[in-house]
T-cell receptor, first 114, second 115 residues
Framework: EDQVTQSPEALRLQEGESSSLNCSYT??????LFWYRQDPGKGPEFLFT???AGEEKEKERLKATLTKKESFLHITAPKPEDSATYLCAVQADPGGSGYSTLTFGKGTMLLVSP | DGGITQSPKYLFRKEGQNVTLSCEQN?????MYWYRQDPGQGLRLIYYSQIVNDFQKGDIAEGYSVSREKKESFPLTVTSAQKNPTAFYLC??????????????FGPGTRLLVL
C-alpha cells in the first residue's frame, strides 16, 4: 500500500527563521510528487510538481527538492503570511496502467510568528 | 477567470436526508475528483471521472454517488447511507494524464454538517 508521511505535524517559526518540511513516501512506480498550501477553511493551492530524483523547484521563499524516498519543502526567511498547512501528495503507477490517483499525506501545519 | 466553483459553502443535513454538493469548472479539464477531508487526516478520494458519462470509485465511495453528464459539472450526492458525513468536501479537476499525472486544481470546498 502506498504511504505518504509528513513531518513534523506542526512547526512554529519566528519570522526570518528558515526551516524544512519533510515528505517521505513508500510507493513503487512514482510518477509525480505534488506540494500544496492550504489555508484554514479553503481549498488547497498548488505550489510545485516534482517528477524525478534530483529535481528542484523554487517559488519566492519556497524551494522543493526530491530524492528517491522523500521530498523537502525548504522555507527561507519565512513571513507570517507563509502560515498555512502544507500538503504533500504522490502519484504512483506500479502496474503501468497509465493512470492512477493521488495519495495525500496528513500535512504539516506551519505557524510563523512576527 | 478560469477556475473551480463549489456550492454551497456550508450545507446542513438532517437524518435520513440526501444532499447534493455542486462542483463546476471552466478550465476545460477532462478529469474531475471528489475528496473528503477530516481533521488530522489526509485528503481521501471518494470518486473520480476521466470523461463524461464515466466515473470510478475511490477509496471511500460507500454512501456517496456522482454523475458526470457534462464536462464542466461533477455533482456529489451524500446519501442517507453515509453515517458519518460531517467533513470538508473538496472538488478538483485536471487534464487527463498520459504517463504523468497532471496537476489537480482544487475548488474552495463545501463544509457539510449534520443537524
Amino acid at each position: 500500500e502506498d504511504q505518504v508521511t509528513q513531518s513534523p505535524e506542526a512547526l512554529r517559526l519566528q519570522e526570518g527563521e528558515s526551516s524544512s518540511l519533510n515528505c517521505s513516501y513508500t510507493v513503487s512506480g512514482l510518477r509525480g510528487l505534488f506540494w500544496y498550501r492550504q489555508d484554514p477553511g479553503k481549498g488547497p493551492e498548488f505550489l510545485f510538481t516534482l517528477y524525478s530524483a534530483g529535481e528542484e523547484k523554487e517559488k519566492e521563499r519556497l524551494k522543493a527538492t526530491l530524492t528517491k524516498k522523500e521530498s523537502f519543502l525548504h522555507i527561507t526567511a519565512p513571513k507570517p503570511e507563509d502560515s498555512a498547512t502544507y500538503l504533500c501528495a504522490v502519484q504512483a503507477d506500479p502496474g503501468g496502467s497509465g493512470y492512477s490517483t493521488l495519495t495525500f499525506g496528513k500535512g504539516t501545519m506551519l505557524l510563523v510568528s512576527p | 477567470d478560469g477556475g473551480i466553483t463549489q456550492s454551497p459553502k456550508y450545507l446542513f443535513r438532517k437524518e435520513g436526508q440526501n444532499v447534493t454538493l455542486s462542483c463546476e469548472q471552466n478550465l476545460n479539464h477532462d478529469a474531475m475528483y471528489w475528496y473528503r477531508q477530516d481533521p488530522g487526516q489526509g485528503l481521501r478520494l471518494i470518486y473520480y471521472s476521466q470523461i463524461v458519462n464515466d466515473f470510478q470509485k475511490g477509496d471511500i465511495a460507500e454512501g456517496y454517488s456522482v454523475s458526470r453528464e457534462k464536462k464542466e459539472s461533477f455533482p456529489l450526492t451524500v446519501t442517507s447511507a453515509q453515517k458519518n458525513p460531517t467533513a470538508f468536501y473538496l472538488c478538483a479537476s485536471s487534464k487527463v494524464a498520459g504517463v504523468r499525472q497532471e496537476t489537480q486544481y482544487f475548488g474552495p470546498g463545501t463544509r457539510l454538517l449534520v443537524l
